[in-house]
C-alpha cells in the first residue's frame, strides 16, 4: 500500500494544550557543551563546582551519561566555564532558548505527557536540539527561530 493511499485514513490528532502562562519559563542565551567522559574531564568538571558560581540568575546543569558529559550553562557564567573548559574538545552549541515546563501533579499522572509534548513540537516543525526533565519539570532546548511556534503550540 503506498503511502498516498493510507493517506486519507490517516487522522492528524491535534494536541490539547495544557501549559499554562504560569508555569512555564524562558531564558535565552544557553550553551550545551558535550564532552567525552573520561576521568580527567571529569575531575575539571569537579572545578566548576569549587568555583561557587553564584546561580541565583544564573543557569548550570551537569549531567553525567555513561559516554558523555553534558554541561548546560547560561551566558552569564560562561567565561567562568569557558576557563575550567577551554581545551576540552567538545561538541557546542550556542544561543540557544530554553522552554522550562513545570509539571504540577494532575500533569504527572496525565499518560504519555513527555511524549505529547515532544510529539507537539516534532509535528509542528520545531527542532528539539535536547531535553533534561526532572519528576517536576522538563526543558527543551531549541534555535531562536523555534521560540513563537513552540510557544504558539504548547502554551494556552
Known sequence: ITLRRICKYIYRQREKKVISKNNYLIKKNITIKTIQRNSENLEKIQNIYQKNIDLLDNYLSIVSWS?????IYSDWISQILDEILFWINCLELKNLWAIWIYLDDKMLQTKWMFYSLCKTLAFNDINILEITSTYKEIVFFIKE???KKAIEVLII
Request: glycine share 0%; no cysteine; net charge negative.
Open 67 to 71: 559516554k558523555e558529559i553534558n554541561v
Open 145 to 147: 527561530n523555534d521560540l
